[in-house]
């Protein structure tokens, strides 16, 4: 197996810019996004019990997210079509980014070896970036809490 991980970026580094496909078809550009705080989040794979239990956390707080100016971007390796299924069958309120060809996530040093009981493979490590208004790193979640993950990005932000 091939790990095509980069290093990953560091809290103070620039947010490694990018663009690519949401689930509605439209092209989303990170630098797009200067003047607001973002919350990027890597999951490793659509309509999976962990991604799904996240990406309802978030939908359940987004209201409480968009108040507090904080934009959730999510990013993945599945393609446009997984991403458009997932988001409609859970009303996800906010971009899910397709990157098949793994630019992104290798980009942001998510893409790696995982071992889950015992089995070795490649895939998205969860992993979450907050990116301040000027497209600065401000914190890094390596293991987010999936069904607390809402919480944790509004008090990091509400910390720095």
Not at 40 to 60: E, I, M, S, V
Not at 83 to 98: E, G, S
Not at 110 to 118: A, F, P, R, S
Request: hydrophobic share 35%.
């Amino acid at each position: 197996m091939e790990d095509t991980r980069g290093d990953m970026p560091a809290v103070g580094d620039a947010a490694p810019d990018f663009e690519g496909r949401t689930q509605g078809g439209e092209t989303l550009r990170l630098r797009a996004m200067r003047g607001r705080k973002v919350a990027l989040y890597f999951y490793p794979k659509d309509d999976t019990p962990g991604c799904t239990k996240q990406a309802c956390n978030l939908r359940d707080d987004i209201e409480g997210l968009t108040e507090a100016g904080i934009a959730v971007i999510g990013v993945s390796a599945d393609d446009v079509g997984s991403h458009r299924a997932f988001a409609d069958k859970y009303d996800l309120p906010f971009p899910l980014v397709a990157d098949p060809e793994k630019r992104i996530v290798t980009s942001y040093g998510v893409w790696g070896e995982k071992n889950l009981y015992g089995k070795k493979f490649m895939g998205v490590k969860r992993t979450t970036f907050l990116i301040d208004e000027e497209g600065t790193i401000r914190h890094v979640f390596r293991r987010p809490k999936v069904t607390e993950h809402s919480r944790e990005i509004r008090e990091r932000f509400d910390a720095s």
